[in-house]
């Protein structure tokens, strides 16, 4: 069959996969290919099982994959072929040098650019699909546009806004796209070229077109606005806890204002993920690096907020618990981010499992989906740390749950059961503010949420 363009992915990861596969199922006018550096990744991806967990994922595969839909480790001919490259790398935070801690690490970034300018003999259209810092285009345009043989590259910014858990959903019915480009004569036809991929099935009004440095800065500031919301109701859980009151009803009766709205008000042990503290960081550092350091010293008390938040929840199972957990026996409830994904990635349950390791407790950890990167997360620890499937059977003679997914598999346990069969007093640390905490109190336990007064009975 003829297709109407070349589309290549680098990168298939949580966003250059999925992404890929909708495209690919919507426009079956475009030959889709994404390419990834890391072989045993694409042989997943076209196998039946994918490397990644999304509700949906395994049909959106299903339609496109053979047919407009291709994955390869033929990085150099696939650029060859390609008229539309994403750029779907990881960008993540500086280890070393400069800006270690802080800064994006680019170095996968370039390699993909050079590499493609190495492998094209006519001009393209390169999308960034990464999370990038504002002004990055600006650098992609450099080392493309800088060669001897006057090939012309058009760097667009298409920032993806999907959330892990939702991915498919979010692709196929997203609140918006955005595009940005040069508003060169060049830069536009670019910019429509990718308008006309995403009009194939998201409404004309939601595809927002703007200048290319504003999408790259939007794509940050959104990220940082989503977890600035949830270290404020988390700030504010703290207050509840001193107060006898509710963080639910407070923020309830908060997110009813039209003007606040009730999404990201839901409080936790913290956020994690592998971007909110990235993407925030990488903002700190650019506020830094233009000298604004009144703004970098706002976002970065987003971050300082979630890890205090962390902390705190060790602290209060410590404080609760006789201010010891040596040689006791906690189950931990859920290992990945957040919900309906295997992604550990950030995970505040990493910090949490290690806190208490560090006061000797013995954790078993129990996860339906996340249970292999958990054991790669911690596969330094050598004592005191075990993995279990059933979550009956990981609260077995344990002191205490402590809930750090929010997998509504842990809504409908049997909890009377499981009070029966863990040592007295048993404890619940509700990490994720999902459980009926009355309930359990009244079965026998002793009950500590986030935001919300302990139910104890001593
Ligand atoms: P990921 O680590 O899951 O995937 C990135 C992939 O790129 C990996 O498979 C890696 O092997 C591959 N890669 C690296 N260098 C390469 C090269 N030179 N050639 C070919 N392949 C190469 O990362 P991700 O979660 O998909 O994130 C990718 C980008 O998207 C990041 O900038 C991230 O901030 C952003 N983002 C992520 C999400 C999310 O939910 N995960 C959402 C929106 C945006
Ligand atoms: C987030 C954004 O929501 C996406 O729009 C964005 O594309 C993506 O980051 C990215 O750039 O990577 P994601 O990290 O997949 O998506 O998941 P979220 O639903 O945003 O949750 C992030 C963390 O915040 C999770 O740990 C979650 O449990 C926590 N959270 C979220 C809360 O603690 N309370 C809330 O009310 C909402």
């Given at each position: 069959m003829d297709f109407k363009k070349n589309i290549l992915c680098i990168g298939a990861g949580y966003v250059g996969g999925p992404t890929m596969a909708v495209i690919a199922a919507k426009c079956p006018q475009y030959k889709v290919t994404v390419v990834d550096i890391d072989e045993k990744k694409i042989h997943q991806w076209r196998s039946e099982n994918l490397p990644i967990y999304e509700p949906g994922l395994d049909d959106i595969v299903k339609i496109a994959r053979n047919?407009?839909?291709?994955?390869?480790?033929?990085?150099?001919?696939?650029?060859?072929?390609?008229?539309?490259?994403?750029?779907?790398?990881?960008?993540?935070?500086?280890?070393?040098?400069?800006?270690?801690?802080?800064?994006?690490?680019?170095?996968?970034?370039?390699?993909?650019?050079?590499?493609?300018?190495?492998?094209?003999?006519?001009?393209?259209?390169?999308?960034?699909?990464?999370?990038?810092?504002?002004?990055?285009?600006?650098?992609?345009?450099?080392?493309?546009?800088?060669?001897?043989?006057?090939?012309?590259?058009?760097?667009?910014?298409?920032?993806?806004?999907?959330s892990e858990g939702t991915a498919v959903k979010d692709l196929e019915d997203p609140d918006r796209v955005l595009i940005g480009s040069r508003e060169t004569e060049k830069g536009i036809k670019a910019r429509k070229e990718i308008v006309e991929i995403y009009a194939s099935w998201v409404p004309r009004e939601k595809i927002?077109?703007?200048?290319?440095?504003?999408?790259?800065?939007?794509?940050?500031?959104?990220?940082?606005?989503?977890?600035?919301?949830?270290?404020?109701?988390?700030?504010?859980?703290?207050?509840?806890?001193?107060?006898?009151?509710?963080?639910?009803?407070?923020?309830?009766?908060?997110?009813?204002?039209?003007?606040?709205?009730?999404?990201?008000?839901?409080?936790?042990?913290?956020?994690?993920?592998?971007?909110?503290?990235?993407?925030?960081?990488?903002?700190?550092?650019?506020?830094?690096?233009?000298?604004?350091?009144?703004?970098?010293?706002?976002?970065?008390?987003?971050?300082?907020?979630?890890?205090?938040?962390?902390?705190?929840?060790?602290?209060?199972?410590?404080?609760?618990?006789?201010?010891?957990?040596?040689?006791?026996?906690?189950?931990?409830?859920?290992?990945?981010?957040?919900?309906?994904?295997?992604?550990?990635?950030?995970?505040?349950?990493?910090?949490?499992?290690?806190?208490?390791?560090?006061?000797?407790?013995?954790?078993?950890?129990?996860?339906?989906?996340?249970l292999e990167n958990a054991k790669k997360d911690l596969k330094d620890i050598k004592e005191g740390l075990g993995f279990e499937e059933d979550p009956y059977k990981a609260a077995e003679g344990s002191h205490a749950i402590a809930v750090l997914t929010e997998w509504d598999l842990y809504k409908d346990l049997d909890y009377e059961r499981i009070f029966q069969s863990m040592v007295r007093p048993a404890f619940i640390f509700d990490g994720r503010n999902i459980l009926d905490h009355k309930r359990l109190f009244d079965i026998g336990f002793n009950v500590f949420a986030i935001g919300k007064s302990p139910l104890k009975h001593f």
């Open positions: 047919r407009n839909l291709f994955f390869s480790t033929e990085i150099d001919e696939s650029i060859r072929e390609a008229d539309i490259i994403f750029v779907s790398v990881n960008t993540p935070t500086k280890t070393f040098g400069q800006g270690a801690g802080m800064a994006a690490d680019l170095q996968y970034w370039e390699k993909t650019a050079r590499q493609i300018l190495a492998n094209s003999d006519k001009g393209k259209i390169i999308v960034e699909k990464s999370t990038i810092p504002v002004r990055t285009a600006r650098a992609m345009e450099r080392i493309l546009n800088g060669d001897q043989r006057k090939i012309s590259f058009e760097v667009v910014s298409n920032p993806e806004f999907l927002i077109e703007s200048n290319v440095w504003s999408s790259e800065l939007s794509k940050l500031t959104a990220n940082a606005f989503l977890a600035q919301r949830v270290s404020s109701i988390n700030s504010i859980s703290a207050l509840c806890e001193k107060t006898e009151a509710d963080i639910d009803e407070v923020a309830y009766a908060v997110g009813t204002d039209s003007r606040i709205g009730n999404k990201f008000l839901k409080a936790s042990v913290g956020f994690g993920g592998s971007c909110f503290k990235k993407d925030i960081l990488n903002l700190v550092y650019i506020c830094q690096n233009y000298g604004l350091y009144e703004v970098a010293d706002y976002w970065e008390s987003v971050v300082k907020i979630n890890e205090w938040q962390e902390s705190r929840f060790v602290r209060n199972i410590l404080a609760s618990m006789f201010n010891t957990v040596a040689g006791k026996k906690i189950a931990v409830f859920g290992f990945a981010f957040k919900a309906n994904t295997g992604d550990t990635r950030e995970s505040p349950a990493i910090y949490v499992t290690r806190g208490l390791l560090e006061e000797r407790a013995l954790v078993v950890i129990t996860d339906p989906k996340a």
